[in-house]
Nanobody, 120 residues
Framework: QVQLVESGGGSVQAGGSLELSCATS????????MAWIRRAPGKERELVAT???????IYADFARGRFTISEDKAETTLYLQMNSLKTEDTAIYYC??????????????WGQGTQVTVSS
């Protein structure tokens, strides 16, 4: 069964850093796009960053220059390095796998999320 398990969330002061990890099972990184998506309190989900099956990375404007998405294909693990964190980055961060533009959720598989809280 496909599984995605996020870790690395927690509380950090504004300006600090966190690295999130997404360990997966039965996700084929050779053919699947991967993504980090977040949901802040009272807001809709928003795309943070994606990495395609061929390694192309795409960042949301708020993430570009501060966040870095990467993956270890051999270990089928996705990462998100977050630097210079701001209070508005507070959200639940989800790992998602295998883009499907026909789906309302855009990705076929989702993790349960990890909480990131940035305080002033």
């Amino acid at each position: 069964q496909v599984q995605l398990v996020e870790s690395g969330g927690g509380s950090v002061q504004a300006g600090g850093s966190l690295e999130l990890s997404c360990a997966t099972s039965r996700v084929n990184f050779r053919i699947c796009d991967m993504a980090w998506i977040r949901r802040a309190p009272g807001k809709e989900r928003e795309l943070v960053a994606t990495i395609t099956d061929v390694g192309t990375t795409i960042y949301a404007d708020f993430a570009r220059g501060r966040f870095t998405i990467s993956e270890d294909k051999a270990e089928t693990t996705l990462y998100l390095q977050m630097n210079s964190l701001k209070t508005e980055d507070t959200a639940i961060y989800y790992c998602a796998a295998c883009r499907d533009p026909k789906s309302a959720q855009m990705y076929t598989h989702w993790g349960q999320g990890t909480q990131v809280t940035v305080s002033s």
